[in-house]
């Protein structure tokens, strides 16, 4: 029997193409750029999908990344209309120029296009 090795036929196939989907941090870090701020709440719809809000703001934007935020207690119905109070965060102004070099630096690492942020040089 005529054994040929398997090669690829089509560029579906090829790895060149293909975009990572984004990671955790730059959709938080897109979505506070583009919103101003976010709340657990927030954070766990789409697009964000963050389900542990406060352990990505400390470890990883504060800790890790050396950004900067505020955070201030909003009140919200929670379960029965009984309240609920989650954290507001916001980045200060020099953080929210860091992350959005973040967040450009994470696109760029998976394959996908750069955000041209407004006022940006």
């Known amino acids: 029997m005529n054994k040929q090795p398997m090669t ?8 060149l193409n ?10 938080v870090l897109i979505y506070i750029v583009e919103h101003g701020s ?4 927030e954070a766990e ?9 406060n ?3 400390s470890n990883e934007f504060k800790q890790r990344l050396g950004l900067k935020f505020g955070s201030s207690p909003e009140k919200t119905s929670g379960y029965d ?8 965060y916001t980045f ?14 994470y696109r760029a690492k998976r ?4 955000i041209q942020w407004e006022g940006a040089a």
């Open 81 to 88: 209309g009984l309240g609920a109070i989650f954290n507001r």
């Open 45 to 53: 719809k789409a697009p964000v999908f963050d389900h542990a809000l």
């Open 8 to 15: 690829a036929t089509t560029t579906a196939t090829s790895k």
């Open 18 to 27: 293909i975009i990572k989907p984004a990671l955790k941090l730059e959709r």
């Open 38 to 41: 976010i709340n657990r709440l």
């Open 55 to 57: 352990s990505t703001m």
């Open 111 to 114: 394959g996908a296009s750069l």
């Open 92 to 105: 200060t102004a020099g953080s929210t120029a860091k992350a959005k070099v973040l967040s450009n630096q």
